[in-house]
Every structure is written in structure tokens, then in C-alpha cells.
T-cell receptor, first 112, second 117 residues
Framework: NAGVTQTPKFQVLKTGQSMTLQCAQD?????MSWYRQDPGMGLRLIHY???????DQGEVPNGYNVSRSTTEDFPLRLLSAAPSQTSVYFC???????????FGQGTRLTVV | AQSVTQLDSQVPVFEEAPVELRCNYS??????LFWYVQYPNQGLQLLLK??????LVESINGFEAEFNKSQTSFHLRKPSVHISDTAEYFC???????????????FGQGTILTVHP
């Protein structure tokens, strides 16, 4: 019963590098989201998806891309990493009845 | 657009004392309300939620929150805290209308609750 699984847990990137943060859920949830957590700012929505093939931007989408080819997976791509993207990233999923989101354990990303 | 304000960034209390973590929200539409808890180096866990019905909701570990529509508040309370309650707590809202709003949460800034022995 894994829930929401994120990989990797930690990552250090150099400015300008690209990478993909992986997120998978095994609850057959339609809705998946990516948030970033910064001190004193709570969590802010980056991108979200309401089903396979459907994505939309959240509050802070610049510098990030997403796609959703399956119900289970929702990867987040950093195209050209910048120090401002140093943060903790959380993936979440929720079902149709919006009874609350389930979160992964997070990916701590440092861009140097 | 929605916004959430958690009025205290840090709340220190002694063990067995009562605690209240305050949350106010602003929205032009009806909302669902949530409290999440984050223990150090972990993800967020749902603590309790208000969707409809009774305005007082409770969690399994003794927390409760009351939805006050006129004051647009959803304060979290516990009558007697334990050391193990030390964590960061987040208030969040989502649009009640559903549809594409499902899965879109707006969070407050978080309140760090520290319980001292």
C-alpha cells in the first residue's frame, strides 16, 4: 500500500542542468498536483492534472513542465535549473470526492 | 481567487496545556477546508477536513476545528497537547465547486507548534 511515491528524495543540481522529479500513485486517483514548499510561504501549487492527458498551471509554473500520460504517473521537469528553484517539492493525489489530498514524502532539491 | 492566513508562525506551549492555531481564509466561492500536519522531514498528512454538515470536526488524535462562515475562520484546537504533537500545521482550502478545482489546494504559511515538557 504505497500511496504516493516520489523519487529521488534528495538532489543537487548545477545551474542550467535539467532533471525530472518522479511521482507515482497507486490509488487510481484522477487528480494529481505538484507543490513547492519554501520557509514561511507554505506550499504553492506549480502544476496540476485532472486526468491522463490533461494538465494546467498553478500559481508558480514558470521553469517547470509536466505531462500525464497515465493515471498513475505525474513527472515534473525542470528545464534549466536556477538557484530560485531550490526548494522541497511535494506531489499529491486526490480522488473525485475531494476528501483531501495524499502527499508523497517530498524531494529536497538544491540548485548551486 | 482564494487566500489563507495563519495568524501565528510559531506557537510554543507546555505539555498538557490547551492550544489554538488560528486560520482565516478569503474566497469568493464556497470552500472545503483542511488542516494538514507535517512532522520533520516528512510529507503532509491530512489531520481533519470540513466539507459540509456539522461545523465542528474532529480528528482521531484529539484535535478539533470549527468552521465559522461569518468570520471566515477554521481554527484548530486541542484541549491538552503532547510532546508528540510538535510539528508544523497547515491550513488549506479548495474550491467547493469541484471539477477542475479538485486537487488544487491553497495553503496558509504554516504554524510551527512546539510542545515543551
Amino acid at each position: 500500500n504505497a500511496g504516493v511515491t516520489q523519487t529521488p528524495k534528495f538532489q543537487v543540481l548545477k545551474t542550467g542542468q535539467s532533471m525530472t522529479l518522479q511521482c507515482a500513485q497507486d490509488m487510481n486517483h484522477e487528480y494529481m498536483s505538484w507543490y513547492r514548499q519554501d520557509p514561511g510561504m507554505g506550499l504553492r501549487l506549480i502544476h496540476y492534472s485532472v486526468g491522463a492527458g490533461i494538465t494546467d498551471q498553478g500559481e508558480v509554473p514558470n521553469g517547470y513542465n509536466v505531462s500525464r500520460s497515465t493515471t498513475e504517473d505525474f513527472p515534473l521537469r525542470l528545464l534549466s535549473a536556477a538557484p530560485s528553484q531550490t526548494s522541497v517539492y511535494f506531489c499529491a493525489s486526490s480522488g473525485r470526492r475531494n476528501t483531501g489530498a495524499f502527499f508523497g514524502q517530498g524531494t529536497r532539491l538544491t540548485v548551486v | 481567487a482564494q487566500s489563507v492566513t495563519q495568524l501565528d508562525s510559531q506557537v510554543p506551549v507546555f505539555e498538557e496545556a490547551p492550544v489554538e492555531l488560528r486560520c482565516n481564509y478569503s474566497s469568493s466561492v464556497s470552500v472545503y477546508l483542511f488542516w494538514y500536519v507535517q512532522y520533520p522531514n516528512q510529507g503532509l498528512q491530512l489531520l481533519l477536513k470540513y466539507l459540509s454538515g456539522s461545523t465542528l470536526v474532529e480528528s482521531i488524535n484529539g484535535f478539533e476545528a470549527e468552521f465559522n462562515k461569518s468570520q471566515t475562520s477554521f481554527h484548530l484546537r486541542k484541549p491538552s497537547v503532547h510532546i508528540s504533537d510538535t510539528a508544523e500545521y497547515f491550513c488549506a482550502v479548495s474550491d467547493e465547486a469541484g471539477g477542475t478545482s479538485y486537487g488544487k489546494l491553497t495553503f496558509g504559511q504554516g504554524t510551527i507548534l512546539t510542545v515543551h515538557p
